[in-house]
């Protein structure tokens, strides 16, 4: 079956420090990888998607690309603030499963001014 | 914005009644899923529907049944309620058009069982 692992937080970085956080996976298909985003009290954010190998997806400042060979989606920002504080989830899509998610278990991160 | 709406956002109820979740949503959404969110656990899936009366189960369904009578609303219930499922849930719906193969979250319903 599906699965997908992240790194473990929490994640504590300074503001304006290089953000990366690991994400790899396993499917049996041609999976879509997308990265979510929840701030306190809220519901999840779309944060960047990629469908297909080598797709890099984008937003706000925060990239990932999809790298079928390393089976990995590596979230990173090169200069984190504090408003991104919350927790991050990578999760993937298979066609063949009516597209539910698969989600890892999310990473919590905490910049500090 | 999505356009879904989940209620109620927060309940506590006691063990061995029974509850229901709403979610409700307005762009015709075909496919509707309902998560629970549990620490270390992410998000896991409890039931999905993909169109009137049309649904099926997920990873973690004993405990739950769902009903769409119509395409707007996902009924999510808990017949009789425990402290293993206080939890957030989260209902979803996937994206139309050039979106299809994306989901999106409302903002979440907190269930308290004592």
């Known amino acids: 079956g599906n699965s997908v692992t992240q790194m473990e937080g929490p994640v504590t970085l300074s503001e304006e420090a290089f953000l990366t956080i690991n994400c790899t996976y396993t499917?049996?298909?041609?999976?879509?990888l997308f990265w979510y985003v929840q701030y306190p009290g809220e519901g999840l954010q779309l944060l960047l998607k990629?469908?297909?190998?080598?797709d890099k997806g984008s937003n706000k400042g925060f990239e990932a690309t999809y790298r079928k060979e390393t089976t990995s989606f590596h979230l990173e920002k090169g200069s984190v603030q504090v408003s991104d504080s919350a927790v991050y989830f990578c999760?993937?899509?298979?066609?063949?499963?009516?597209?539910?998610?698969?989600f890892g278990g999310g990473t919590r991160l905490m910049v500090k001014p | 914005d999505a356009g879904i709406t989940q209620s109620p956002r927060h309940k506590v109820t006691e063990t061995g009644t029974p509850v229901t979740l709403r979610c409700h949503q307005t762009?015709?959404?075909?496919?509707m899923y309902w998560y629970r969110q549990d620490p270390g656990h992410g998000l896991r899936l409890i039931h999905y529907?993909?169109?009137?009366?049309?649904?099926d189960k997920g990873e973690v369904s004993d405990g739950y049944s769902v009903s769409r009578s119509k395409t707007e609303d996902f009924l999510l219930t808990l017949e009789s309620a425990t402290s293993s499922q206080t939890s957030v849930y989260f209902c979803?719906?996937?994206?139309?058009?050039?979106?299809?193969?994306?989901?999106?979250f409302g903002e979440g319903s907190w269930l308290t069982v004592v």
């Open positions: 979803a719906i996937r994206g139309l058009g050039g979106s299809g193969n994306t989901i999106y």
């Open positions: 499917a049996t298909g041609y999976p879509s």
């Open positions: 990629a469908t297909k190998a080598d």
């Open positions: 999760a993937l899509s298979d066609d063949n499963a009516g597209n539910m998610l698969t």
């Open positions: 762009e015709n959404h075909r496919y």
């Open positions: 529907s993909y169109g009137v009366k049309d649904t």
